[in-house]
């Protein structure tokens, strides 16, 4: 992997892949790009009824396996992949593989039983909030019954050793519990509770923290949240989310130095949508190309994937790149690569 990258083209496939299933969910956050009420422009119905079916599903596990390069996958979906009728089908296929699977989800329409069993490496839970009301702010139309389910359901999976990390979501109303995150992460038994604040357009502003919180969070809701970690022994990405929270308070929409660090994605990562196409990242918007026109193998070690590579390796980054999803892996390769 790191040959190809310093001669600037890769030498083997990519080793974590990440694949969308389902467009579906079965929650309504008030931040999503794709699902949020606020939206101005709502996804149509058609396209949210759109999924990976299990036969092509299985075709791209095989086409993935003949690369020999992929150790890890992540099941996700512009919607939750648990919400898919085949979804445990599709765990079993990856798991037969060997590879280590992390599925993001909001775990509320588990099965639980079969999610114990299925052997799932790691769950990436979309938590937002820790109380009752600040979930049922976050998740319109849901309640304390769900937030109930969600915390009965982490208690039973990290009894049975499943490995989970906590995804918080930062607007106006999970923002006044930041620090309760940290001591909810102790509680459900997170490996690491991640920080994000919400990236939002098209409506979703109105959720969005106020320059109020922003102050606080920078002067004493950060500081106060590490404190508590180092006491409680929880790991965080709080470094992270200091950074994003002062490009906040300078009133900068980069939140992430990407051009410092640079991208390293286009040899280890890419992520596929359920209709087929082909990412470069996790931006919906850098696509290389299709399933339906040309193998993955034949999309890795072609041009248009190559001029992308090339592109951020000569500074010239995408739309999206300043708040990039993908920063603490970047950052991570950066060091492989300067060491």
């Given amino acids: 992997m790191l040959a190809g990258i310093a001669a600037g083209r890769p030498t083997v496939g990519p080793i974590d892949v990440h694949v969308d299933i389902t467009?579906?969910?079965?929650?309504?956050?008030?931040?999503?790009?794709?699902?949020?009420?606020?939206?101005?422009?709502?996804?149509?119905?058609?396209?949210?009824?759109?999924?990976?079916t299990l036969e092509r599903f299985a075709a791209l596990v095989d086409e993935l396996a003949a690369m020999e390069s992929v150790g890890s996958l992540v099941l996700s979906g512009m919607g939750d992949p648990l919400t898919h009728p085949d979804v445990y089908a599709m765990i079993a296929l990856v798991k037969a593989r060997g590879w280590?699977?992390?599925?993001?989800?909001?775990?509320?329409?588990?099965?639980?039983?079969?999610?114990?069993?299925?052997?799932?490496?790691h769950l990436l839970v979309s938590v937002q909030g820790v109380s009752p009301e600040s979930y049922a702010a976050f998740h319109p139309g849901w309640d304390e019954?769900?937030?109930?389910?969600?915390?009965?359901?982490?208690?039973?999976?990290?009894?049975?050793?499943?490995?989970?990390?906590?995804?918080?979501?930062i607007d106006r109303d999970t923002a006044p519990e930041l620090v309760e995150?940290?001591?909810?992460?102790?509680?459900?038994?997170?490996?690491?509770?991640n920080y994000k604040l919400a990236s939002l357009y098209d409506g979703t502003e109105a959720c969005s923290v106020t320059p109020e919180q922003v102050r606080w969070m920078a002067d004493e809701g950060v500081p106060e949240a590490r404190a508590l970690a180092a006491q409680l022994g929880v790991h965080t990405n709080l470094d992270l989310f200091a950074e994003q929270v002062a490009a906040a308070l300078a009133n900068e929409r980069?939140?992430?130095?990407?051009?410092?660090?640079?991208?390293?994605m286009g040899y280890v990562y890419t992520r596929i949508t359920v209709?087929?196409?082909?990412?470069?990242?996790?931006?919906t918007k850098?696509?290389?190309?299709?399933?339906?026109?040309?193998?993955?193998?034949?999309?890795?070690?072609?041009?248009?994937?190559?001029?992308?590579?090339?592109?951020?390796?000569?500074?010239?980054?995408?739309g999206g790149c300043e708040v990039c999803g993908k920063f603490e892996q970047n950052r991570k390769w950066s060091e492989r690569v300067a060491r």
């Fill in 23 to 52: 467009n579906g969910c079965n929650a309504a956050c008030v931040t999503c790009w794709d699902h949020s009420p606020l939206l101005t422009t709502p996804r149509s119905a058609d396209w949210k009824r759109r999924r990976m």
């Fill in 100 to 121: 280590r699977l992390t599925v993001l989800t909001n775990l509320v329409a588990a099965d639980i039983d079969r999610l114990e069993d299925s052997g799932v490496d």
């Fill in 145 to 169: 019954r769900e937030f109930t389910r969600l915390c009965r359901y982490m208690r039973r999976l990290g009894r049975a050793g499943v490995q989970m990390r906590h995804v918080q979501v």
């Fill in 181 to 193: 995150m940290v001591r909810f992460g102790r509680l459900f038994g997170a490996q690491r509770v």
């Fill in 254 to 264: 980069a939140t992430v130095p990407i051009a410092q660090v640079g991208c390293f």
């Fill in 275 to 283: 209709d087929g196409d082909v990412l470069f990242c996790c931006n």
């Fill in 286 to 318: 850098v696509r290389v190309g299709s399933l339906r026109d040309a193998s993955f193998s034949a999309l890795w070690w072609g041009e248009r994937w190559q001029a992308l590579r090339d592109s951020v390796a000569q500074g010239r980054f995408f």
